[in-house]
Each structure stands twice: as structure tokens, then as C-alpha cells.
């Protein structure tokens, strides 16, 4: 089976056009299941559907998460599918197999003023102009935008010349889509415009080309990693006196969704800017606003309180 795994690997990332996080955990996911093949000393073609579901059984025992163990199950799943769509076996093995019923989590969400303490440190944010102008540009247009993280710090320059008040974004399964800018937004974004360009002309000038990406990083994409990001989230809700453990740029996602239906934004539209292929992941906001009004209520109705 190992052997097999980097040419479905292969076949999905051109046929499919799955962003490279996703294969990278297929290929972990696979290599796990790989691992307990193997210990079971069996070979490709023994592998039936109680072979498999020993093996989720194990990952529950293990303690996995059910979305852990949902995810790794369609990694399987996949993989057999193609599989036997590439005559390497006779059946599907994983094809009736039921994925873990998953729990729906509400969202950790944030409050406005907890934003606005978030994106006043994040403007004050670093050793130098240029870090802080950076830092700001990020956080005003994770907020503005509710745009993934990974969609954040791999945009392209372009996308953000010209002041537009609309800005471009790559999403899921290259499927692009248009996110309004706010005010605060544009001014961040021009302001770091201005230091990037600065820095450019230095590079260009020791014979380095300009990056293509708006937040430029030394690693091997060639711009500013997730993990750099996820990090300097954490140091800024630490500086901002917000609990770190519970803020990660993620949580700016879900404060933008949140923040929009609680003002009247339609649903629709929130799936859209978002960027959910189906509404009922968009629906877990209206399950957040539920909580803060029955809150709302219990605290203020006169009726709701306690007889003394």
C-alpha cells in the first residue's frame, strides 16, 4: 500500500485541485493507517472493512477527536475509491463504512471591543515601522475580510494595488470570490503598500526580485507562514491583556461572521464572503447569536430573575 499512496496523492492534486495543506494530510492520514497495516502484517489485497474499522476503533480508544477520526476515515476512503477505480482491487473495502457522528462545537468568537483592543495592538506591534505597518495590514484585513489564514498570507500583491474596495480572493479548490474592504482596511493596506515598496526597491537594487506576495516570508512558499501568523496572533492577544489560549486568527474569522449577523447581514451573504460551499457550515453563526440572546435574556428580563 505505501507504494501506492504518492500516485493518489498525485491523481488527486491534478484532478481534484486540492490545496497542498489538504494532500500533505492525506498523506499523513494514510501513512498512520499504513502504520497499522503493517503491524497487523497484512497485505494490500487482505485489507477488508473490519480491517479498517479496527483500525478507527483504535484511534477512539486512542483517545481521537471524532473529527480526527472522520477525516482520516475519508482519507481512506478515498484512497480505496481510487483504488478500485484503478483495477488495483476488485472492491471498496471502506465504501460502508460510517464516518463518527461529530459533535457541532460552537465557534469561540470574540467581542467588538475585544476587536478594536486586538487591532490597536496589532498597529503597535514590532521592532520596527515596517513590522507594525505589516501587523496592522494583517489583522485589519483578517477582520475586514473574514478570509482563512492561509488565503491571508498567501495573497498576491496585485490583489491589493490600485486601493480597490473590493479585494480578490484564491479560496478553497481555486474557487475565487470578491470580499468588501472597510476604510480602516484600505488605509492599512495602503500604508504597508508603501513600506513594501520601499523594501522592493532595496532587494531590487542588491539584485533580488520582488516578491509576488503582499506579506513576503523567507520559507520555501516564499510567503508568511501559517504557523509565523498563528504565533504572532498569540503575542498580540497576550500584549493586548486578551487570554491567548483562546485567540487564534481563526477567531478574527469567526468575530467577522458573527459580527456581521448580529448587525443583519442575510446568511447568504455571509456563506458567500466566507467562502462555505454549503450554508449549513455558515448556519453554526446563528447557533452563536442563539447563545448571546438567551444570555441577553436570562441577565435582563425582569421575570428571569430569582425570587428573593
Not at 470580499?179 to 508603501?194: E, F, H, I, N
Not at 520555501?220 to 501559517?226: D, E, T, V, W
Not at 442575510?266 to 466566507?274: A, G, N, S
Amino acid at each position: 500500500m505505501q507504494g501506492k499512496i504518492p500516485v493518489f496523492l498525485e491523481a488527486v492534486r491534478a484532478e481534484l485541485d486540492i490545496a497542498d495543506n489538504t494532500i500533505l494530510a492525506y498523506g499523513r492520514d494514510l501513512a498512520d493507517f499504513t502504520r497499522f497495516i503493517g503491524e497487523k502484517a497484512l497485505g494490500f489485497d487482505d485489507i477488508s472493512r473490519a480491517t479498517i474499522e479496527a483500525y478507527l476503533i483504535g484511534l477512539d480508544h486512542a483517545g481521537l477527536a471524532p473529527s480526527t477520526r472522520a477525516r482520516r476515515l475519508s482519507a481512506i476512503r478515498q484512497f480505496f475509491r481510487f483504488a478500485y477505480e484503478e483495477g488495483w482491487r476488485a472492491d471498496n473495502p471502506a465504501i460502508q463504512i460510517k464516518a463518527p457522528k461529530q459533535a457541532k462545537s460552537l465557534p469561540v468568537t470574540l467581542s467588538e471591543a475585544d476587536v478594536e483592543r486586538l487591532l490597536a495592538q496589532a498597529s503597535q506591534h514590532g521592532k520596527t515601522v515596517a513590522d507594525k505597518r505589516r501587523n496592522a495590514c494583517l489583522f485589519q484585513l483578517l477582520y475586514a475580510t473574514g478570509m482563512r489564514v492561509s488565503e491571508l498570507v498567501s495573497l498576491p500583491v496585485t490583489a491589493a494595488r490600485g486601493n480597490p474596495q473590493m479585494l480578490l480572493v484564491m479560496g478553497k479548490g481555486g474557487k475565487e470570490r470578491l470580499v468588501p474592504l472597510s476604510p480602516p482596511a484600505r488605509v492599512a493596506t495602503c500604508d504597508w503598500l508603501a513600506v513594501w515598496d520601499e523594501q522592493a526597491e532595496l532587494a531590487r537594487k542588491s539584485g533580488v526580485p520582488a516578491s509576488k506576495f503582499l506579506f513576503p516570508g523567507r520559507g520555501k512558499a516564499g510567503h508568511l507562514s501559517r504557523i509565523t501568523f498563528y504565533n504572532l496572533v498569540k503575542a498580540i492577544a497576550l500584549a493586548a491583556g486578551l487570554p491567548p489560549d483562546n485567540i487564534t486568527p481563526h477567531t478574527l474569522r469567526h468575530a467577522f461572521a458573527t459580527h456581521l449577523l448580529a448587525g443583519g447581514a442575510d446568511l447568504r451573504v455571509i456563506q458567500t464572503l466566507l467562502g462555505h460551499a454549503d450554508i449549513s457550515t455558515t448556519e453554526i453563526y446563528t447557533h452563536v447569536l442563539e447563545e448571546r440572546l438567551k444570555s441577553l435574556v436570562l441577565t435582563h428580563h425582569p421575570l428571569a430573575t430569582d425570587e428573593k
